[in-house]
C-alpha cells in the first residue's frame, strides 16, 4: 500500500493526464455533451396537421344518433353514455344539446366551442381515427368489430344508415387547414345548406 502511494505521488501529474483522458473519451462517446447534463428539452409542437371533422354535419346527421333507441337504450342514456352519469368510457353525451344555427354571424367559432352541441362534438370525434375510418372506436365498439363494447351490439352492420352517415362523418373531413366550421363541409348536404340540407351519406 505504501509502495502504491508513493507511486501515485510520483506519477499524479500522469494520472491526471489519463483521467483527463478518459472524461475526454466518455464525453466523446456521449456525443461531446457532458452525460451529467440535463436531457436536452423535448419538443412537442402542437398538433395542425390534423383534419378537423364537420361540425355542421354532426350536429343534424350524427348527434341525433346517439338520442335515438337502437334496442332497449340510447346511446346517450344514463349508465351508458350520459355525460353526467354514464359508464361509457370516454364517449360522453349531454342528452339536451341544442343545435346551433352555423350561418347566424352571432355564433362565432368561440360561442360554439363553449356550448353542450360542441362537447359532444369534440367527444365523438375523439372516438375516430381520420387515416381509417372504419376502425374508428365509434363504429367498431356499437358494432363489436373486433372488441368488446359494454353496450353490446348497437348496429346491424355497415347498411345500418346509422353506420352509412358516421362513416360518411369521419371519411369527409373538413379541407386541410380549414377548421370544423368550413362553410366546405356544407356541400355534405344535399342542397348545401346545413340548415335545411338532407344528410348525405
Ligand atoms: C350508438 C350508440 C353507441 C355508441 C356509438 C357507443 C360507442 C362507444 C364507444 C366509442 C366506447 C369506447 C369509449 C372509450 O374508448 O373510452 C363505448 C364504451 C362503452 N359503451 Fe357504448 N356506445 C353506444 C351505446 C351504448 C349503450 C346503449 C350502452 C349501455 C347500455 C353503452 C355502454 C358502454 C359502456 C359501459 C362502455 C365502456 C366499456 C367499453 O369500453 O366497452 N354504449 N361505447
Excluded at 344539446?97 to 369534440?122: G, H, K, L, W
Excluded at 381509417?132 to 353490446?152: A, M, Q
Aim: hydrophobic content about 35%.
Amino acid at each position: 500500500m505504501y509502495a502504491l502511494t508513493i507511486l501515485l505521488r510520483h506519477h499524479a501529474k500522469a494520472v491526471r493526464g489519463c483521467a483527463h483522458g478518459l472524461v475526454a473519451l466518455l464525453l466523446a462517446g456521449c456525443g461531446g455533451s457532458n452525460p451529467l447534463d440535463n436531457p436536452p428539452d423535448v419538443s412537442n409542437p402542437a398538433n395542425t396537421s390534423g383534419q378537423k371533422l364537420s361540425f355542421a354535419y354532426f350536429q343534424r346527421c350524427i348527434n341525433p344518433i346517439f338520442n335515438t333507441v337502437l334496442g332497449n337504450n340510447t346511446c346517450a342514456a344514463s349508465g351508458c353514455h350520459d355525460d353526467r352519469d354514464g359508464t361509457g368510457g370516454a364517449l360522453r353525451i349531454v342528452r339536451s344539446a341544442q343545435p346551433i344555427d352555423v350561418t347566424n354571424p352571432a355564433n362565432t367559432p368561440d360561442v360554439i366551442r363553449a356550448s353542450e352541441m360542441y362537447r359532444n362534438f369534440y367527444s365523438a370525434q375523439g372516438m375516430t381515427l381520420l387515416s381509417s375510418p372504419p376502425d374508428s372506436r365509434l363504429l367498431t365498439k356499437p358494432l363489436v368489430r373486433g372488441v368488446l363494447h359494454g353496450g353490446g351490439q348497437i348496429f346491424s352492420g355497415d347498411q345500418d344508415p346509422n353506420v352509412r352517415r358516421i362513416l360518411y362523418w369521419i371519411s369527409n373531413p373538413a379541407p386541410q387547414g380549414q377548421d370544423e366550421f368550413s362553410t366546405a363541409t356544407y356541400n355534405m348536404f344535399t342542397p348545401a345548406d346545413p340548415n335545411v340540407g338532407t344528410c348525405n351519406s
